[in-house]
């Protein structure tokens, strides 16, 4: 069943076409990716798919009915309300139904003594009951704190005003309350924004066993790779289909590209080819006296075949990119940022406690942790922006350090690009046009004032000023947000060639697997170090927190230990759930050994089968242990 489907759709604003010619065709249960540049048309499309907006031309079609959940960059909600009322609200048709469900018990109650009312009432409470039970409102409050819980949001964030929330947050409250709305169509615009690791990867699950139809606008590669089976990619005011994942899109992008670069090469040959042969017939047929007309209709005629042929388009085999390259610096020394026994804490919140971690020349690690953590406050602490209520954090000798933040360029926001790249790079006007040009900001956006800036200018414009300055160690908090995905991967390159070292906070997981070597985690306001790959680093991770959950509470194990010396006869209903729970672990455990046997392609899954075959194992062990202490005790 196709869910909506579009035909030359148009749309402009003002003098500014956005669409031009879009044409899609989208299933049921399809889970599609949409991406290309800022500014392609991504949030334009999506708005007009899901009625917001409407097309200035072209054909339109939703399915009759279907119910269309939509998620923008900035949603609005009445600002008395808490963070909970506005996720709530997803079960407003519950909670009317359960309101008048209380009403019809306490008239039943009251009709006792009329029975044929009493028949009335029941008739439409049953009816009441079954559009409860449709809308699974016995289920609500279970499915909202899912949510919420797998969004990492806490009591305090939940009963925050709405109005109090930060943007990020805001955004935030909006995906927990889409999510638990009942629709047939999910759209999301950049929903990873402002999640943290742990919530993106509980995001990934939820979407992937989503019922409905789910579209994505997005610039996050890993998770496009996680979740889609299919890309539209929007340029040119066109969209393009692709099958498979994003990793699938760019293989098949590029051998597309390849192939209509070839044809349009190849045509262009053959036009040349048919000019040359016209501008013949004509020169042959002016020669003769009189004219020959026989030569003059033949290029006539190869002038009109010339004319019907459809040309092929030049393909843009390269995006427009920043020329972002770092200035080679001196080294600095071999210890680059220390920090001993920090100590950090507000009011009642404790981030840090004893933490301490050593950064040396030319390694590159990520800082990660929930929201909230402290990674910004640790941050800010090593450049002396924020005391330490104990411990030591230092910045090793020669060290030059670039910081890249997420409030990038704050300051007067009427001053000019030019001027504020001016601060920073001493060139002149001219010069500095050309090298802002560099950085995508062509001719008159140089005179756009701070605030008129989106948060993807901001970033490129402050990398543009770090491009002119003498670093050896870049600290990045979120470098890759607000950039489209050919800024991001020309941020990579840059950083692929710089030769100093790197600490990065960031929530890209594709970024970090491409640049780090290491992983501080902020955990219990410690900081936990693994070495390798951000994929290395967290399956590191995911086996410590393996292990400490295999391992079986020091209460159960000081009662058995107290316990077992005072059984003088072995209780059989223990003795028996004692054997039904060692035959449903081994019963488990053989499923997954049949499992491994069986092989996969994920090495990620091969290994989360093993460690449950594993702590299976183990649990297995500790209650026959327990059975025969019980079995002796007799």
């Known amino acids: 069943m196709i869910i909506v489907a579009t035909k030359q759709l148009q749309k402009s604003y003002g003098a500014d076409p956005v669409l031009q010619d879009v044409t899609l065709e989208i299933k049921a249960g399809e889970r599609v990716g949409i991406v290309g540049p800022n500014g392609a048309g991504k949030t334009t499309l999506c708005k007009v798919l899901a009625g917001v907006e409407a097309p200035d031309a072209g054909e339109l079609y939703r399915a009759k009915g279907s119910v269309w959940a939509y998620l923008p960059q900035t949603p609005q909600y009445d600002p008395a309300w808490s963070a909970r009322d506005v996720i709530a609200e997803a079960f407003a048709e519950v909670g009317k139904i359960q309101k008048q469900m209380r009403v019809l018990e306490e008239q039943m109650s009251a009709a006792f003594d009329s029975e044929k009312e009493l028949e009335l009432l029941m008739q439409r409470y049953q009816k009441l009951q079954e559009e409860f039970e449709l809308l699974d409102g016995y289920q609500w409050e279970t499915r909202m704190a899912q949510v919420t819980e797998g969004l990492g949001m806490s009591p ?36 990873t924004n402002h999640l943290d690791v742990d919530s993106m990867e509980w995001l990934e699950t939820f979407l992937k066993s989503y019922p409905g139809t789910v579209l994505i606008i997005s610039h996050d590669r890993y998770f496009l790779d996680a979740v889609v089976t299919s890309i539209y990619h929007v340029d040119g005011g066109e969209a393009e289909f692709y099958i498979g994942n994003y990793s699938a899109f760019v293989k098949e992008r590029e051998e597309r590209l390849l192939r209509q670069f070839a044809a349009y090469q190849e045509q262009q040959k053959q036009i040349k080819k048919m000019k040359e042969a016209i ?16 030569f003059h209709r033949r290029a006539k005629s190869m002038e009109k075949a010339l004319a019907r042929i ?3 388009d030049k393909p843009r085999l390269e995006a427009d990119r920043m020329g972002l390259q770092f200035q080679k610096t001196e080294r600095s020394g071999q210890d680059v940022l220390v920090a001993t026994g920090v100590h950090k804490k507000f009011g009642a919140k404790e981030l ?21 953590c402290g990674k910004s406050t640790l941050i800010k602490m090593l450049l002396g922006d924020v005391t330490p ?9 020669s060290v030059k350090v670039g910081y890249l933040s997420q409030q990038a360029l704050e300051g007067d926001q009427n001053r000019r690009v030019i001027e504020v790249f001016r601060e920073v790079a001493t060139v002149t006007e001219a010069e500095a046009r050309h090298l802002l040009a560099r950085f995508l900001f062509y001719g008159e956006q140089v005179f756009k004032r ?23 160690l870049l600290i990045l908090d979120e470098p890759t947000n607000h950039l489209d995905i050919e800024a991001r991967e020309t941020l990579e390159e840059a950083l692929a060639d710089f030769r100093g070292s790197l600490f990065i906070v960031s929530h890209d997981r594709y970024f970090l697997q491409k640049m780090v070597d290491g992983v501080y985690w902020v955990e219990d306001a410690k900081l936990l170090h693994d070495v390798g ?10 086996q410590r927190e393996l292990a400490k959950a295999s391992v079986p509470a020091p209460k159960e194990v000081a009662v058995v230990q107290e316990t077992k010396p005072a059984v003088k006869k072995a209780n059989p209903y223990k003795l028996a759930e004692l054997e039904r729970e060692i035959a449903q672990l081994e ?10 046997e069986q092989g996969h392609e994920s090495y990620q899954q091969l290994l989360a089968w093993q460690q449950e075959v594993d702590r299976m194992q183990v649990r297995i062990d500790e209650l026959s242990l327990a059975w025969i202490d019980m079995q002796e005790s007799e």
Not at 533 to 542: G, I, M, P, Q, V
């Open 156 to 191: 305090e964030f939940l009963n925050t005003s709405f109005a109090q929330l930060s943007g990020g947050e805001k955004t935030k409250t909006g995906l927990a309350r889409l999510l638990c709305q009942r629709s047939d169509v999910l759209l999301l615009d950049e929903p």
């Open 279 to 294: 501008k013949r017939l004509k020169e042959w047929g002016n020669r003769s006296n009189p004219p020959n007309e026989a």
């Open 310 to 312: 459809e040309r092929i």
């Open 352 to 372: 840090f406690v004893d933490a301490s971690f050593l950064l040396r020349y030319g390694e590159r690690k990520a800082l990660l942790g929930p929201n909230g």
């Open 389 to 397: 209520d104990q411990g030591t954090l230092t910045i090793g000798s």
């Open 450 to 472: 701070l605030g008129q800036l989106s948060g993807g200018e901001r970033m490129r414009l402050r990398l543009a000023q770090m491009m002119h300055q003498e670093i050896n």
């Open 533 to 542: 790959s951000y994929e290395e680093a967290r399956d590191k991770r995911k």
């Open 587 to 596: 019963a488990g455990r053989d499923e997954r050994r049949q499992w491994l």
